[in-house]
């Protein structure tokens, strides 16, 4: 899956990631681990040290997801790779490789102290004999 933010998915309770809880009514209880839950969306108060919101609030719920899982901090280290002028997507892990890999190896340089910006382009010898 490329391109994606996020992914919801229903079910999967025993799974260790992170929940929403919907409880339909004071009688339902929790059946997500609690160090799982970031959010319970009910009508009434249950006893959790999560945020809860009303079952219908729609914007509130996705207003909690926004802030946790899509709202990236201001300068969080990215990568771009083009070749020929087109993007070439990199997944997760390739992005770490290829930023840890670039990170080392400028941090040994002297006179470099921790850039802010980094631009490194490589060409074809071949075709700058011209």
Do not use: C, Y
Not at 18 to 40: G, Q
Not at 69 to 98: H, T, Y
């Amino acid at each position: 899956m490329e391109d994606v933010d996020l992914v919801l998915t229903e079910g999967f309770k025993r799974e260790p990631k992170p929940k929403v809880e919907v409880l339909a009514n004071k009688d339902n209880e929790l059946i997500s681990p609690r160090e799982d839950l970031f959010l319970v969306a009910a009508d009434h108060e249950p006893p959790v040290d999560v945020p809860i919101v009303k079952r219908d609030d729609v914007t509130a719920i996705a207003d909690i997801i926004e802030e946790k899982f899509l709202q990236q901090p201001e300068k969080a280290p990215g990568i771009q790779l083009r070749a020929d002028g087109k993007e070439i997507p990199l997944n997760p892990i390739m992005k770490a490789m290829v930023m840890n890999t670039i990170s080392g190896l400028i941090s040994s340089l002297r006179g470099v102290d921790n850039p802010d910006d980094v631009e490194i382009k490589l060409f074809n010898q071949k075709n700058n004999e011209e």
